[in-house]
């Protein structure tokens, strides 16, 4: 059992900047791939972006085309941790985020093994 625990939510404003960290206890994330679904106010949830699990330590990333150029998603084994880096924030962006893992890589039907619990950001115009 993976507990994924999400961290760096807030309230920021247009244009500003947060990094979202997602941790794990339990097992390492080495062996996933790793992602950052959020759901906005009466939307359902949405992919924002995924890192693939490796050997060689060669990442590749994806993204949603409405946070590519804007968020950048990360991950360090040693800190057993996944990072999303967002920055130009929109009020449109406001969301629980949650943080995902899969042992599948990423492909457009991604099914996830285990979610996080979520945090808020909120981008005040």
């Known amino acids: 059992q993976v507990q994924l625990v999400e961290s760096g939510g807030g309230l920021v404003q247009a244009g500003g900047s947060l990094r979202l960290s997602c941790s794990a206890s339990?097992?390492?994330?080495?062996?996933?791939?790793m992602g950052w679904f959020r759901r906005a106010p009466g939307k359902e949830r949405e992919f924002v972006a995924a890192?693939?699990?490796?050997?060689?330590?060669?990442?590749?990333?994806y993204y949603a085309d409405s946070v590519k150029g804007r968020f950048t998603i990360s991950r360090d084994s040693a800190k057993n941790t996944v990072y999303l880096q967002m920055n130009t924030l929109k009020p449109e962006d406001t969301a629980v985020y949650y943080c995902a893992a899969s042992y599948d890589q990423y492909r457009s039907t991604w099914s996830i093994d285990y979610w996080g619990q979520g945090t808020q950001v909120t981008v005040s115009s």
């Open positions: 890192i693939s699990w490796s050997r060689s330590g060669i990442h590749y990333t």
């Open positions: 339990g097992r390492t994330l080495n062996s996933y791939a």
